[in-house]
T-cell receptor, first 113, second 113 residues
């Protein structure tokens, strides 16, 4: 069974630029999560989707971050414009339902300079 | 709000020695509790989970954890450390009584030959 796929693995951008990350969850998984992991900290949930609907985006900085999952499968997370403090690893995870184990991708490491 | 506190950002042990990684939780409802492992440049992998069944939970790679309600603890142990156990370990609590993990800051396990 293929795992959660994320791309790109690494990205370096200048502050005020925009960037997008892509996630392909495990086939059939209805629930998808985006986490932000700043160096030295645990991952923090940014947004949770159930199919193509948002369940929780309370910790998503909506002035600059956006995410979508239009067809209930792949998802993109966008930052526009990026700030230095957005440097982090962005992890995507998926699960078959709300109360089942979440499987994580390898993450995208973003460096904002 | 539910949260976990991991005591010690770094734990150093000799190969073959006991591994003990500490985690205390705060939850207003019976919690779901998890331990994840993260190897360098990898995503998070679930080691074990507690979901209100047996208080002693066995996971992969010889790890186990014991849920102690009186101490609000869920410490991770392994009788004999192996060099391949060197990684970052995250304790997490299921948010809102769900499997959606809220992570601690992580503990880096260092294993000396």
């Amino acid at each position: 069974e293929a795992g959660v796929a994320q791309s790109p693995r690494y990205k370096i951008i200048e502050k005020r630029q925009s960037v997008a990350f892509w996630c392909n969850p495990i086939s059939g998984h209805a629930t998808l999560y985006w986490y932000q992991q700043i160096l030295g900290q645990g991952p923090k949930l940014l947004i949770q989707f159930q199919n193509n609907g948002v369940v929780d985006d309370s910790q998503l900085p909506k002035d600059r971050f956006s995410a979508e999952r239009l067809k209930g499968v792949d998802s993109t997370l966008k930052i526009q414009p990026a700030k230095l403090e957005d440097s982090a690893v962005y992890l995507c995870a998926s699960s078959s339902g709300l109360n089942t184990e979440a499987f994580f991708g390898q993450g995208t490491r973003l460096t904002v300079v | 709000a539910q949260s976990v506190t991991q005591l010690g950002s770094h734990v150093s042990v000799s190969e073959g020695a006991l591994v003990l990684l500490r985690c205390n939780y705060s939850s207003s409802v019976p919690p779901y509790l998890f331990w994840y492992v993260q190897y360098p440049n990898q995503g998070l992998q679930l080691l074990l989970k507690y979901t209100s069944a047996a208080t002693l939970v066995k996971g992969i790679n010889g790890f186990e954890a014991e849920f102690k309600k009186s101490e609000t603890s869920f410490h991770l142990t392994k009788p004999s450390a192996h060099m391949s156990d060197a990684a970052e370990y995250f304790c997490a609590v299921g948010s809102g009584g769900s499997y959606i993990p809220t992570f601690g800051r992580g503990t880096s396990l260092i294993v000396h030959p």
